[in-house]
C-alpha cells in the first residue's frame, strides 16, 4: 500500500518531550531531513507555495536547510536570516519572544534588494514571534514579503495571526 507522501514525513516527524525546557514538546525535523524521499516531498512542497517570490528567506538554523532545498527546487537565490551576532555586516537587527525565551535576529546586509518578492521558510510555526520578526526585518530592508511557509504549525499557540495578513502555508499541523 502506498502512504500518501505527507503522511510519510508526518511519520517522521519525532516528538522530544521537555525540550529544550521543561513542558515543551519540541517537535524534532532532523529524521524529515535525512530521509532523501521526505527531503524531495517537503522541497517540492515548499517551491509549489512560493508563487512569483524571487528570493527564500531561510531562518536560523533549520530554516536554513529547508529554505535552501525549496529555492533549489523553486529556482531562486536564498538569504539566511540569523541569530545575533553571526553576520559580518547586520542590515537591521529584531528582539522578539519564543515559546522558550527570547532572541534576537538579524538580516545580512547588502543582498536583499528592495522591492524584492521574498518568500519566507522556517521549519516549525510555534508563537509567531520569530516570523513576525523576520517579516519585520524584510520589511526594514524594502522587500516585498509575499508567503510565510513553515513544515509544522502548532495551530494551539496561534502564530498564524501575528503574521496576518501574509499568506500561511503549513505543510503539516499539530
Ligand atoms: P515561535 O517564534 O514561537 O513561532 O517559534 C518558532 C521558532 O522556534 C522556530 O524557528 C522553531 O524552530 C522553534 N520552535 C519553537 N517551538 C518549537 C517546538 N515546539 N518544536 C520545534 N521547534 C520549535
Keep these: 500500500m502506498s502512504e500518501d507522501p505527507l503522511g510519510r514525513v508526518l511519520g517522521l516527524v519525532r516528538d522530544v518531550p521537555d525540550f529544550p525546557s521543561p513542558g515543551i514538546l519540541f517537535r524534532d525535523i532532523t529524521p524529515v531531513l535525512a530521509d532523501a524521499e521526505a527531503l524531495t516531498t517537503v ?9 512569483d517570490a524571487d528570493l527564500v528567506a531561510g531562518i536560523e538554523a533549520r530554516g536554513f536547510l529547508l529554505g535552501t532545498a525549496a529555492a533549489l527546487v523553486g529556482g531562486t537565490g536564498v538569504v539566511p536570516v540569523r541569530k545575533a551576532g553571526k ?28 522591492g524584492a518578492r521574498v518568500f519566507v521558510v522556517d521549519d516549525v510555526l510555534a508563537t509567531g514571534g520569530t516570523g ?16 510565510f511557509a513553515v513544515l509544522a ?9 501575528r503574521l496576518a495578513p501574509l499568506p500561511v502555508h503549513a505543510l503539516l499541523a499539530f
Design 43 to 51: 522541497a517540492t512542497e515548499l517551491a509549489a507555495l512560493m508563487g
Design 87 to 114: 553576520l559580518p555586516r547586520v542590515a537591521a537587527s529584531r528582539s522578539y519572544d519564543l515559546e522558550y525565551g527570547t532572541a534576537t535576529l538579524e538580516l545580512p546586509e547588502g543582498v536583499v534588494a528592495p
Design 132 to 147: 513576525a520578526a523576520t517579516v519585520d526585518l524584510l520589511g526594514a530592508a524594502g522587500a516585498d514579503v509575499v508567503g
Design 153 to 161: 504549525e502548532l495551530t494551539a499557540l496561534g502564530g498564524r495571526a
